[in-house]
């Protein structure tokens, strides 16, 4: 059995695994799981968090794709009555099969840089059965989501994770916490879908394309971004000024700019 310990960090996984116990205690401390909840967490590779949370007393569904690290994940975990393994891709995974109760889910991973941004907007999808979402990213990527309009961190990422979430930036963990160590620092981010939308589009669809067209050439100005969907005048409409950058807008506004265009379909 030794030989299931000495899994290595797979590159087109994007694997770095945790293991530093100090970070693992306060990562576990921020979610607070107990008795009751239930978390998902994806790709929990050598069951660093997992261990936790299971531990927690908690029902937990881990969504794991690296097919070596299952008979580990099974050998450790397997006998828990509290916990069930899913073997699959989590970019692919319908999380509405594992409940339809809204806010139930308490969604947790120390995600892979190269699938993190997309695997969000995937979970952004099922924001009405999330009760909060605790992730490890890269740090340039929490700040991103994290940031506020008139930055250059502002943009579709951020605007899109705050349409629909209340995002804390919790803290920073440096490279030595993994093994692999990365290249780069990683964050603690909490995200608290909003049981009200602040702002909510007539149609959200129309919203990522707005936000979309805006930030694919983030240095021009409105005017030039929007024109296949809004002329200056339907900008002006909206109390904006066509003349500014995309980063200038808040979420409110680009919501008027989304909402502008469902009419202007509608009519």
């Known amino acids: 059995m030794t030989q299931l310990y000495q899994h290595r960090a797979r590159k087109r996984f994007g694997q770095n695994f945790l293991h530093d116990a100090g970070v693992i205690h306060r990562i576990l401390r921020a979610i607070g799981a107990k008795q009751g909840d239930h978390l998902v967490e994806i790709g929990p590779g050598q069951g660093a968090i997992t261990e936790g949370l299971v531990g927690s007393e908690a029902r937990v569904d881990v969504i794991e794709l690296d097919q070596d690290l299952l008979p580990l994940l099974t050998l450790k975990f397997g006998l828990k009555d509290n916990f069930a393994l899913h073997s699959g891709d989590a970019m692919k995974f319908d ?22 941004t997309p695997l969000i907007f995937h979970l952004l999808s099922y924001s009405g059965l999330i009760r909060d979402m605790h992730f490890m990213l890269q740090k340039e990527v929490v700040k991103r989501m994290a940031a506020s309009p008139g930055g250059g961190d502002w943009g579709r990422l951020s605007i899109m994770v705050q349409y629909y979430c209340d995002v804390e930036y919790l803290f920073t963990v440096g490279p030595g916490a993994f093994n692999p160590a990365p290249k780069v620092d990683s964050a603690i981010v909490r995200l608290t879908p909003h049981a009200t939308l602040p702002h909510p589009a007539k149609n ?43 980063e200038q807008l808040s979420l409110a506004q680009f919501v008027a700019l989304a909402n502008r265009l469902h009419d202007m379909q509608g009519a």
């Not at 930030?215 to 109390?239: G, H, P, Y």
């Open 95 to 116: 999380f509405a099969s594992l409940s339809t109760t809204p806010a139930s889910l308490r969604v947790v991973g120390n995600l892979p840089y190269n699938i993190s």
């Open 204 to 246: 959200p669809t129309l919203l990522e394309d707005v936000v979309r067209e805006a930030f694919n050439q983030r240095r021009k100005t409105l005017r030039n971004t929007l024109k296949s969907l809004l002329s200056a005048a339907d900008i002006e409409a909206c109390d904006i000024d066509p003349g500014l950058r995309p």
